[in-house]
Structures are given as structure tokens and as C-alpha cells.
């Protein structure tokens, strides 16, 4: 799949989520210039630990980026979509790690620039993704997929992730 495919999917969807509409918003707020600079100065305490959350939450989507065009043969994209479900790596401890990269971006953020806007923005993502999710696309997956993804499913959780990687296929190993 051509790399501007990617960069396409990314810039319409977690980039949008995690990077467009937080702007708008710390502009709203009077805490981001036009410049880019910001107008106010940041706590210590909030730039590491807003840091550490937009970090892990960075790793997570170059992970599941990378997942995606390697394994999966597509993009995170609904309109470009993998060939291949993808169990390997991050996707052996966590159904989603994609969107809770996002989650991570956008609370990291929210604490970054001690901003409540930020944080109901956080919210509002978290529960439309809490609807989307079960309502819409992990039926998609079962269709595509069928039985392989239903057992992926029923072994590896969607939010919280599973300490010990989850081993797809026949055996003692599979739901250990």
C-alpha cells in the first residue's frame, strides 16, 4: 500500500482527533497563539505526566500504524482497510490499541494544559468510542473475518490489556 495511503488515514483520523481538534479548542481557550506558541507557562508537574500519557499514546498508534501496513496489508482507515486481521505484537494484549493511543494523546493533553475543555473532549471521544466500537465496527470485523476474530474477541479485551500475550490458534495456549 503507497505510504501517502497512511499518511492520508492518519491525517483524517487520529490527527484530526488528537492534534486538530484540541487546537481549535486550546486556541478557544486563549492558551494557544496563532503563532503556534502558547500563551500561558506549563507546571512542571502537568508537562511530565501530560508528557508521559502523549507519549504512550504516540507509541501505541506508530505500533498499530506499523501493524497495520505490515501485517494487515491496509491502513487504520475504514475506507482502506486491512486485508489481514492483525493478532500480533500490542494486538495480543489489547483489542483497540489505536484508539487508546488517542485516549492516551487526549488525556495527556487535557493534563499538559490543565484544561477542562481538553478534558470533556477527552470524555465526549471516550463514549463515542465506548458506542461506536461494539455497535459498529467490531460486527464489521466479524463479518469480514468470521470465526477468527470471534475468538480473537472472546481472548483479548478491548480497553484494559491483558498482562500475559494472548497465543492465537489450537492448543492449552490459546486463552492462557
Known amino acids: 500500500m503507497p505510504v501517502w495511503k497512511h499518511i492520508l488515514s492518519i491525517l483524517a483520523l487520529p490527527f484530526m482527533a488528537a492534534a486538530a481538534a484540541p ?10 497563539n496563532l503563532d503556534g506558541s502558547f500563551a500561558s507557562g506549563l507546571g512542571i508537574l ?11 499514546g504516540l ?28 493478532v500480533q505484537g500490542i494486538y495480543r494484549h489489547l483489542r483497540n490499541p489505536m484508539i487508546s493511543g488517542v485516549f492516551g494523546i487526549l488525556l495527556g493533553e487535557s493534563v499538559l494544559f490543565r484544561s477542562w475543555t ?4 477527552f470524555i465526549l471521544f471516550v463514549l463515542l468510542n465506548i458506542i461506536y466500537l461494539p455497535a459498529f465496527e467490531e460486527p464489521g470485523l466479524v463479518r469480514r473475518f468470521g470465526e477468527e476474530y470471534s475468538n480473537y474477541r472472546k ?8 498482562l500475559k500475550p494472548w497465543q492465537p490458534g489450537p492448543g492449552p495456549d490459546a486463552t492462557a
Open 118 to 121: 481538553l478534558l470533556g473532549w
Open 23 to 32: 487546537g481549535m479548542i486550546l486556541y478557544s481557550e486563549g492558551k494557544l
Open 59 to 86: 507509541y501505541l498508534m506508530a505500533r498499530t500504524i506499523s501493524l497495520f501496513a505490515r501485517v494487515g496489508k491496509g491502513t487504520l482507515a475504514p475506507w482502506m482497510p486491512t486485508q489481514h486481521l492483525v
Open 46 to 56: 502537568a508537562v511530565i505526566i501530560g508528557s508521559l500519557f502523549i507519549l504512550s
Open 155 to 162: 481472548n483479548v479485551p478491548r480497553w484494559l490489556p491483558r
